[in-house]
């Protein structure tokens, strides 16, 4: 995962305004935005100021890839400027930023006019149906900052997603309408491609494996997973030889998530589990779900570009009123750096098949987003988004599993999971990326069902 994030900067203005005063704001935005840490493209602080300069602008755009297009208003100028530019992310689907400066009610000129010339562009960009934000904040505001992450990280995660490939082991399970999906709607509504992989293809070639490269697995397992000899060898083997084989395919046909049928075959065809293999290859950005949810591992997909860190996803098991708490668990596919430091994370047996690799560890605590791409025929798609706080518990169940207290009580956060009768699936990613999530909503043109 790569977490840089790269904004694209066009400073606007006209020379009948501060020239002096709108370079100066233009200075001061291009080096905040370098000091954050961002790869700053376009034109950056150089003020574009007539015809020639926004074809320059413009052709810098269409040359480079970024998450986010900000249009600095560093002084007034009229629409014209702003429309010619924003065309170039209206093709892209990105997220554009107009930003104005306040001024000061001195008594005297009006130096800038920052804030009429975004209205003007805000007026031009509605009637053409261009999509766009807004800032009023002063060029070295750390308010801009923060609302910047958020826009650039939404706009990454549509860039992201657009041309994904997202792998398909086998079909859902009978009776998990959750987990159904249609591909031609995925790749009008989000640019995605769903790539099947034959179930049975994939048991052969996980069974072809090396006794070699599925030593290389167990032996990178056993440095995390102290018990790992006291499972049977052969079933760990054979997890071992699903990671190898998911992966060497997710290589091949580049693919950014898999969605595995992960029962029940790989049971009774394999003797093995599934579920180590998936959390070995989401820890490595692969990320994987599994009962062949595609709407899943999408969402996994979205959270990892979102977030730059791993996901889960993740069955709603248990809530308790008396305590404001619920329990989200899961066979035992969670990535590891999910695990929390204080316990020991174990290799474990699956707890209906009884048989490995799977990991068992409690969640560790901390800050988590909620999220998932919800659909009906109905309404089609909508966007879940919920947040909470994972605190420190003993295990609630064998594979793993944290307690969340969500932010809403948790009866009021079930009431709405059965009232709109969303998916079994959820899927959680450390930290609070609502924010972000709603600006990817709102780019992807995304109804909102929240959870908070």
Same mark, same amino acid.
């Given at each position: 995962?790569?977490?840089? #994030?790269?904004?694209?900067?066009? &400073?606007? !203005?006209?020379?009948?305004?501060? *020239?002096? /005063? %709108?370079?100066? $704001?233009? =200075?001061?935005?291009?080096?905040?935005?370098?000091?954050?840490?961002?790869?700053?493209?376009?034109?950056?602080?150089?003020?574009?100021?007539?015809?020639?300069?926004?074809?320059?602008?413009?052709?810098?755009?269409?040359?480079?890839?970024?998450?986010? #297009?900000?249009?600095?208003?560093? &002084?007034? !100028?009229?629409?014209?400027?702003? *429309?010619? /530019? %924003?065309?170039? $992310?209206? =093709?892209?689907?990105?997220?554009?930023?107009?930003?104005?400066?306040?001024?000061?009610?001195?008594?005297?000129?009006?130096?800038?006019?920052?804030?009429?010339?975004?209205?003007?562009?805000?007026?031009?960009?509605?009637?053409?149906?261009?999509?766009?934000?807004?800032?009023?904040?002063?060029?070295? !505001?750390?308010?801009?900052?923060?609302?910047?992450?958020?826009?650039?990280?939404?706009?990454?995660?549509?860039?992201?997603?657009?041309?994904?490939?997202?792998?398909?082991?086998?079909?859902?399970?009978?009776?998990?309408?959750?987990?159904?999906?249609?591909?031609?709607?995925?790749?009008?509504?989000?640019?995605?491609?769903?790539?099947?992989?034959?179930?049975?293809?994939?048991?052969? !070639?996980?069974?072809?494996?090396?006794?070699?490269?599925?030593?290389?697995?167990?032996?990178?397992?056993?440095?995390?997973?102290?018990?790992?000899?006291?499972?049977?060898?052969?079933?760990?083997?054979?997890?071992?030889?699903?990671?190898?084989?998911?992966?060497?395919?997710?290589?091949?046909?580049?693919?950014?998530?898999?969605?595995?049928?992960?029962?029940?075959?790989?049971?009774?065809?394999?003797?093995?589990?599934?579920?180590?293999?998936?959390?070995?290859?989401?820890?490595?950005?692969?990320?994987?779900?599994?009962?062949?949810?595609?709407?899943?591992?999408?969402?996994?997909?979205?959270?990892?570009?979102?977030?730059?860190?791993?996901?889960?996803?993740?069955?709603?098991?248990?809530?308790?009123?008396?305590?404001?708490?619920?329990?989200?668990?899961?066979?035992?596919?969670?990535?590891?750096?999910?695990?929390?430091?204080?316990?020991?994370?174990?290799?474990?047996?699956?707890?209906?098949?009884?048989?490995?690799?799977?990991?068992?560890?409690?969640?560790?605590?901390?800050?988590?987003?909620?999220?998932?791409?919800?659909?009906?025929?109905?309404?089609?798609?909508?966007?879940?988004?919920?947040?909470?706080?994972?605190?420190?518990?003993?295990?609630?169940?064998?594979?793993?599993?944290?307690?969340?207290?969500?932010?809403?009580?948790?009866?009021?956060?079930?009431?709405?999971?059965?009232?709109?009768?969303?998916?079994?699936?959820?899927?959680?990613?450390?930290?609070?990326?609502?924010?972000?999530?709603?600006?990817?909503?709102?780019?992807?043109?995304?109804?909102?069902?929240?959870?908070?």
């Amino acid at each position: 995962m790569n977490p840089e #994030l790269s904004i694209a900067l066009v &400073s606007i !203005a006209r020379p009948t305004f501060d *020239v002096l /005063l %709108a370079q100066s $704001v233009a =200075d001061t935005v291009y080096t905040q935005l370098q000091w954050t840490g961002y790869r700053v493209v376009g034109t950056g602080a150089k003020l574009i100021i007539d015809a020639a300069g926004v074809e320059e602008a413009k052709t810098e755009l269409q040359n480079t890839q970024f998450d986010l #297009l900000i249009l600095l208003q560093a &002084s007034f !100028a009229d629409s014209s400027m702003a *429309v010619t /530019l %924003a065309e170039v $992310v209206q =093709d892209r689907a990105l997220p554009l930023l107009l930003w104005a400066v306040p001024e000061d009610r001195s008594g005297g000129r009006l130096r800038l006019n920052s804030l009429c010339g975004i209205n003007l562009a805000a007026h031009a960009l509605k009637r053409r149906n261009i999509a766009y934000d807004y800032l009023l904040l002063p060029a070295d !505001a750390p308010q801009a900052l923060d609302r910047i992450e958020q826009v650039a990280r939404a706009g990454r995660t549509q860039r992201l997603l657009r041309g994904s490939r997202i792998g398909l082991v086998g079909e859902p399970p009978t009776g998990f309408d959750t987990c159904h999906f249609d591909a031609a709607e995925l790749a009008s509504r989000f640019g995605v491609q769903v790539v099947p992989l034959a179930l049975g293809e994939t048991l052969q !070639a996980a069974a072809d494996v090396s006794t070699e490269r599925c030593q290389e697995f167990v032996d990178r397992v056993a440095v995390f997973v102290p018990n790992l000899d006291e499972l049977n060898t052969a079933a760990t083997a054979g997890t071992a030889g699903v990671y190898t084989a998911l992966r060497d395919r997710a290589q091949a046909d580049k693919l950014d998530g898999i969605a595995v049928r992960c029962w029940p075959e790989f049971f009774t065809e394999l003797g093995c589990a599934a579920c180590g293999a998936m959390s070995m290859l989401t820890e490595e950005a692969i990320p994987c779900s599994c009962e062949a949810d595609i709407n899943g591992t999408l969402t996994l997909v979205m959270l990892q570009a979102i977030s730059d860190s791993q996901p889960f996803i993740t069955d709603l098991v248990n809530v308790d009123a008396e305590s404001d708490s619920a329990v989200l668990w899961h066979c035992g596919l969670a990535p590891i750096s999910m695990a929390d430091p204080g316990q020991p994370i174990e290799g474990t047996i699956h707890s209906n098949r009884r048989l490995p690799l799977l990991f068992q560890f409690t969640l560790k605590p901390g800050r988590v987003t909620l999220a998932r791409l919800h659909h009906t025929p109905q309404s089609g798609y909508q966007l879940v988004i919920g947040g909470g706080e994972m605190i420190a518990a003993p295990p609630s169940f064998s594979g793993t599993s944290g307690v969340v207290r969500f932010d809403r009580p948790v009866l009021q956060v079930l009431d709405t999971i059965m009232a709109e009768g969303l998916e079994h699936h959820l899927c959680l990613v450390y930290g609070d990326y609502r924010s972000a999530l709603r600006a990817f909503a709102r780019l992807a043109d995304l109804p909102v069902l929240d959870l908070t």
